[in-house]
């Protein structure tokens, strides 16, 4: 159980710096790509995944079974959000960007809302994984800095595969679609860990 917890600790690390890095070729044509729209983006992505750290902090109550089931559909629903990001980026033009085209505060609120609601709900997920892994594995610091090290690497290989492979090969909206098939797999992966949780007991 505690490899399909790690797999799914990266596959949903890798999910969301894949999106922040493919949200700044999503934006560009409506904000163009400037210091002020990646910083928009960075902040937007870590203050909205800071807030779903949080809430899945607060959803920790209960069996792991139940936990990782929240955890499994925060994910389905961040998947959900990023499969639907290009659509609706012209409605936020027309909302945001198009009163005032050369107003600099709306180009940055535009870079910065794709990233939002993906970001709330992915980042629902890592502290039910982190607490599923911690019951499972008895508490043992390893597993613990073995969680933090495959989110890490999931996050990298997210970002890169994105730059150098994603955008080129698919586009920034095909890269959105490959990016929740990812997610959607995390989420099963998260889910059949919970399904078999009640179970088992702790290593």
Request: net charge positive.
């Amino acid at each position: 159980m505690i490899p399909a917890l790690l797999l799914a600790e990266a596959l949903t690390a890798f999910c969301a710096l894949a999106f922040e890095t493919a949200t700044a070729r999503l934006v560009a044509p409506y904000a163009g790509l400037s210091t002020d729209s990646w910083t928009a983006i960075i902040a937007g992505f870590l203050l909205s995944w800071a807030l779903g750290n949080h809430l899945g902090g607060a959803c920790t109550a209960g069996s792991m079974r139940l936990s990782l089931f929240r955890a499994a559909a925060a994910m389905l629903a961040g998947t959900i959000a990023i499969a639907l990001t290009p659509s609706l980026l012209p409605a936020l033009d027309a909302w945001i960007v198009a009163p005032d085209p050369l107003a600099r505060w709306r180009m940055v609120v535009f870079a910065a809302v794709p990233t939002l609601m993906p970001g709330v709900l992915l980042g629902i997920a890592p502290p039910l994984l982190m607490l599923a892994i911690i019951e499972r594995g008895g508490g043992r610091g390893a597993l613990v800095g073995l969680a933090n090290a495959a989110g890490a690497a999931g996050s990298a290989a997210g970002a890169l595969s994105v730059l150098w492979l994603g955008l080129d090969l698919l586009g920034a909206r095909g890269t959105c679609i490959a990016i929740a098939a990812l997610g959607i797999l995390a989420a099963a992966v998260t889910a059949a860990a919970g399904s078999v949780a009640a179970s088992r007991r702790p290593a």
